[in-house]
């Protein structure tokens, strides 16, 4: 059974960092896409950031990440070898950033030269999420 477990979230106040990790069990990332979106509740799961996982294919290699314009400079989402996981970190943060954050995975791996999907229907495999509060 895929499972998948985020961790990190918190409160910090405005302008400071905070690090998600996404984890998954019974299942690897290797050659997917996995992307991380963020609910307030009452409003739609917004699409935050995506990253093709390497897997040793040519042009699949970690570097293939993309963002949404609202948190592109101050996120980075990023694959850590060692443990597994793929990672988010988030700087400068704002109120607005207040939200729970869920990490997502595909089933089927990325083809080279692919998107990642910015929809939530794009992804089979999600995690319970993780609350992060930013205060004023």
């Known amino acids: 059974q895929v499972q998948l477990a985020e961790s990190g979230g918190g409160s910090v106040q405005a302008g400071g960092s905070l690090d998600l990790s996404c984890a998954a069990s019974?299942?690897?990332?290797?050659?997917?896409?996995v992307g991380w979106f963020r609910q307030v509740s009452g409003q739609e799961r917004e699409w935050v950031a995506a990253?093709?996982?390497?897997?040793?294919?040519?042009?699949?290699?970690?570097?293939?990440?993309f963002y949404n314009d609202s948190v592109k400079g101050r996120f980075t989402i990023s694959r850590d070898t060692v443990k597994n996981t793929v990672n988010l970190r988030m700087n400068d943060l704002t109120p607005g950033d207040t939200a729970m954050y869920y990490c997502?995975?595909?089933?089927?791996?990325?083809?080279?030269?692919?998107?990642?999907?910015?929809?939530?229907?794009?992804?089979?495999?999600w995690g319970q999420g993780t609350q992060v509060t930013v205060s004023s």
């Open positions: 990253l093709i996982v390497g897997d040793g294919r040519i042009y699949i290699d970690d570097t293939r990440t």
């Open positions: 997502s995975s595909t089933r089927a791996s990325a083809a080279a030269g692919a998107f990642c999907s910015q929809k939530t229907w794009g992804y089979t495999y």
């Open positions: 019974g299942y690897s990332f290797s050659g997917k896409c």
